[in-house]
């Protein structure tokens, strides 16, 4: 399936520089937060998560940064790879329930 | 490895016919979410599960759209009848019910309707 398509906003980086996407969430009450990654024809794919009580966590090449003053939430990857290029999905939730809500997503391009 | 499976992956069909979307969830799983996702709306949350039972529905058109799970190994997602705004790629996930919401994706189905 196609990744969403000609309106998203997009980043494009130099293969080896760090990336920053960026995302504001909507909902105070949202107490969750996760980055997927959508490669073409593919579905998303779980990269990350945090919950309120942190503001920041680090998982392999990637950091996210929850900043709940202004609801904003980044994805930073490290040594950005060409096989990161994908449109990346910021989603809010609230923990013990199901509803998910995805964001509009970025599309990031890896120039080698 | 454990994946969630949906068929078929493409679909053609005209304006008017019924359209059925099939989704196995990892074995194990006990909640499951129907998506949909185009380049206008990007990604929306049709319908979820859990342990069978249907949860939150309101983001499908109740006239024409259905959800349901038969059994714990099988959700679907009806259309009928279809239009031509139903064309997008559909999504199906699962999780566990705990305190991480991660969802596991399916490969979608891409649906177009003449």
């Known amino acids: 399936g196609e990744s969403v398509g000609l309106h998203l906003p997009t980043l494009s980086v130099q293969e080896g520089d760090n990336s920053i996407i960026n995302c504001a969430y909507s909902n105070s009450a949202s107490d969750y937060f996760i980055w997927y990654k959508q490669e073409s024809g593919k579905g998303p794919q779980f990269i990350i998560d945090?919950?309120?009580?942190?503001d920041k966590r680090q998982g392999q090449r990637v950091t996210v940064l929850l900043n709940k003053t202004v609801k904003h939430l980044s994805l930073q990857i490290a040594a950005t790879q060409p096989g990161d290029s994908a449109v990346y999905f910021c989603?809010?939730?609230?923990?013990?329930?199901?509803?998910?809500?995805f964001g509009a997503g970025t599309r990031l391009f890896v120039k080698a | 490895d454990a994946r969630v499976t949906q068929t078929p992956r493409d679909k053609v069909t005209e304006m008017g016919q019924e359209v059925t979307m099939r989704c196995q969830p990892i074995l194990g799983h006990n909640t499951v979410f129907w998506y949909r996702q185009t380049m206008m709306q990007g990604l929306e949350l049709l319908a979820y599960f859990r342990n069978r039972a249907p949860l939150d529905d309101s983001g499908m058109p109740k006239d024409r759209f259905s959800a349901e799970m038969p059994d714990a190994t099988l959700a679907t997602l009806k259309i009928q009848p279809s239009e031509p705004r139903d064309s997008a790629v559909y999504f199906c996930?699962?999780?566990?019910?705990?305190?991480?919401?991660?969802?596991?994706f399916g490969p979608g189905t891409r649906l177009t309707v003449l």
């Open positions: 989603a809010e939730a609230h923990t013990g329930g199901f509803k998910t809500i």
């Open positions: 945090i919950r309120s009580n942190m």
């Open positions: 996930a699962s999780g566990l019910d705990r305190a991480s919401n991660e969802q596991f």
